[in-house]
């Protein structure tokens, strides 16, 4: 099927009535080790193609491969941050298929003893009433592995193979330390399936972004979500036939990828058809999965312990000292601050949403009012972030800068209208707040004969305006400030134009 024919779809609210869905989350989070896996090759994103190699992760004949130390450390504290056992002794598993990116013809990982087991994740999602519902997704394990090459297939119309006039193949990724999240499957959820499947990556990102084990860029592929989902007939308690929707990379494209599994897997059912248990593709222009291949069942894999690779055995002490490295639950941690903070849950939410949370607690701790961080992160910088394509960290403002610059504005050195150019001169790479401020001249005027000479100009030239003003109408003023702010560039202070206007004319 190609990925422009839409298949048939049920009603929303049809597949509500008559089915349970049960959704099952696998997320790849690739690790920010300086090597490999197994190796001493570099990790770094974007290298030249095919210049991150060795006989190791080429899998080429008599290549011994040693595990890493740094990518254990990490699948430990991440498990041990997912409230899992820690497994006392595990070991690798050859896991064998064939793809064109698998230099060795199996990938090393963990199949049936995995470093860390038995967790859970407690996931909050807003409710219609503005409350927040929290909902417990059960973690089945997470476990290491290494991650594949990529392929990519030039000429035709998909990006795909299929089409293709021929295929290139980078192996830098090749071996590059993978973790592998694995959820049980997650039933009860009915119509909030999307969303919780949502939340669930968004707030497991938070949480790895927090461990300080990944940059979790989805849009790197750093971190990756499989999407499993099945329908079964309503009130049965049955599991269905699965699909996985493979490597979606937006938090939108999973709420999106199971809300249309759904939508497919009801129509099917609906029909009379039944679920081809396979891989799917997500599209994300045209908002739809196609069909990849036919789903192998673990055995089919034929998995064997990894010979060349001893047990990974981490002692009961050193994982208590990992237990004693983690941080603050994001979770708990972003409810603290929005009650520090005097933050609403549609302010908060927003202040999430926007990646901004962390530049909001820098900037505060820098001196600057919550409301004052908020209001610099989440409007002026965040429209130049997304005019600019970029993500606020990008922009080149630091939470310092922004305290500064709402520091003269409390000062009066600036105002607010000010305080835009200098961030402007600060994006520019002009130096800091106070340099901007003076090579652009923007402090403001307070010289008491500038000021008058200008409230004199305004008054000459505004006589209707100044005569109300004479006659009791002090909101009239409004109309000769401006007039002088105009005349001053915006650089006037306004209270003491107000108070100069005045004394002229009353």
Not at 58 to 67: D, E, R
């Amino acid at each position: 099927m190609s990925a422009t024919t839409r298949e048939a779809l049920l009603p929303w609210d049809d597949v509500l009535a008559a089915y349970d869905p049960a959704l099952g989350l696998e997320v790849h989070v690739e690790l920010n080790t300086a090597s490999k896996m197994f190796c001493g090759c570099a990790t770094e994103f974007g290298a030249e193609p095919n210049t991150q190699v060795c006989p190791t992760c080429l899998g080429l004949p008599g290549a011994m491969p040693v595990v890493n130390a740094k990518a254990v450390e990490s699948a430990i504290r991440i498990g041990l941050a997912l409230n899992c056992d820690i497994a006392e002794w595990c070991r690798f598993a050859r896991k064998n298929y064939f793809y064109p990116d698998m230099p060795k013809n199996f990938q090393t990982s963990q199949y049936d003893e995995p470093i860390a087991f038995e967790g859970f994740m407690d996931v909050t999602v807003p409710t219609e009433d503005g409350e927040v519902e929290t909902f417990r997704v059960e973690i089945e394990r997470a476990h290491m592995e290494e991650d594949t090459g990529k392929s990519l297939h030039v000429g035709g119309a998909t990006g795909r193979i299929h089409g293709a006039d021929y295929s290139l193949v980078d192996y830098n990724r090749a071996g590059i330390p993978l973790i592998e999240i694995v959820t049980k499957p997650i039933r009860g959820a009915g119509e909030r399936a999307p969303e919780i499947a949502k939340a669930y990556v968004a707030q497991l990102r938070e949480l790895i972004v927090a461990l300080g084990v990944s940059d979790a860029r989805m849009d790197q592929g750093s971190i990756r979500a499989d999407v499993n989902l099945s329908l079964a007939p309503k009130g049965t308690g049955t599991l269905g036939t699965r699909t996985e929707t493979k490597n979606v990379n937006s938090l939108r494209s999973v709420e999106r990828a199971v809300r249309y599994e759904m939508q497919r897997h009801g129509a099917i059912l609906a029909g009379g058809g039944s679920i081809l248990q396979e891989t799917r593709h997500w599209h994300e222009d045209t908002g739809m999965t196609t069909s990849g291949r036919e789903k192998s069942d673990a055995e089919d894999y034929r998995y064997f312990p990894e010979p060349d690779l001893v047990p990974v055995a981490p002692s009961r002490a050193w994982v208590e000292e990992l237990r004693g490295t983690l941080p603050e639950n994001p979770t708990q941690k972003r409810a603290r601050l929005q009650a520090e903070w005097g933050f609403s849950d549609l302010e908060m939410r927003d202040t999430v949403g926007a990646g901004a949370l962390g530049l909001v607690e820098e900037t505060i701790a820098a001196g600057a009012t919550p409301t004052a961080a908020r209001k610099w992160w989440l409007s002026e910088l965040a429209r130049r972030a997304n005019e600019a394509g970029t993500e606020l960290a990008g922009l080149g403002v630091s939470p310092v800068d922004v305290a500064r610059v709402q520091a003269l504005v409390d000062s009066g050195a600036i105002n607010d209208k000010l305080a835009r150019q200098v961030f402007d001169g600060l994006i520019a790479g002009e130096g800091t707040p106070d340099e901007v401020v003076d090579k652009r001249g923007l402090a403001i005027v307070s010289d008491e004969g500038a000021l008058s000479t200008a409230v004199d100009n305004a008054i000459a030239a505004n006589p209707d305006v100044a005569d109300k003003i004479r006659d009791g109408k002090v909101a009239a003023a409004g109309a000769l400030i401006g007039a002088v702010m105009k005349e001053m560039r915006g650089q006037a202070d306004a209270g003491r134009v107000r108070e100069l206007i005045l004394e002229k004319l009353t």
